[in-house]
């Protein structure tokens, strides 16, 4: 299994990116996919997750009503539309697939996740 993530880049603040997150070597289709960032100096912390299973999603404090997570399963791949950027948001981000049951009960914890990206770096310029 590997999870290939980009579309990180530098961006002015108040920009937009969209970051993707393509899954390969098995279907994801049912399982939570997320997005966690670590920025330098700091623990990785989740950002988003998209149950799979069903729609729902879940969204970090920080970045709720500027960030969107949605999947497209056809493609096996998971995407992160960021807009309203700020300098906070500095970090690389990491894709992360979840393939066991407790997997849905910790969600937005990184135990949910067995399978990770390599990390795309979000450079945010004030």
């Known amino acids: 299994v590997q999870l290939q993530a980009s579309g990180g880049g530098l961006v002015q603040a108040g920009g937009s990116l969209r970051l993707s997150c393509a899954a390969s070597?098995?279907?994801?289709?049912?399982?939570?996919m997320s997005w966690f960032r670590q920025a330098p100096g700091k623990e990785r912390e989740f950002v988003a997750a998209?149950?799979?299973?069903?729609?729902?999603?879940y969204y970090a404090d920080s970045v709720k009503g500027r960030f969107t997570i949605s999947r497209d399963n056809a493609k096996n791949t998971v995407y992160l539309q960021m807009n309203s950027l700020k300098h906070e948001d500095t970090a690389v981000y990491y894709c992360?697939?979840?393939?066991?049951?407790?997997?849905?009960?910790?969600?937005?914890?990184?135990?949910?996740?067995?399978?990770w990206g390599q990390g795309t770096q979000v450079t945010v310029s004030s």
């Open positions: 998209h149950r799979g299973n069903t729609d729902r999603t």
């Open positions: 992360a697939v979840g393939v066991r049951h407790d997997s849905f009960t910790y969600i937005n914890t990184e135990r949910a996740y067995d399978y």
């Open positions: 070597g098995r279907t994801f289709t049912n399982f939570p």
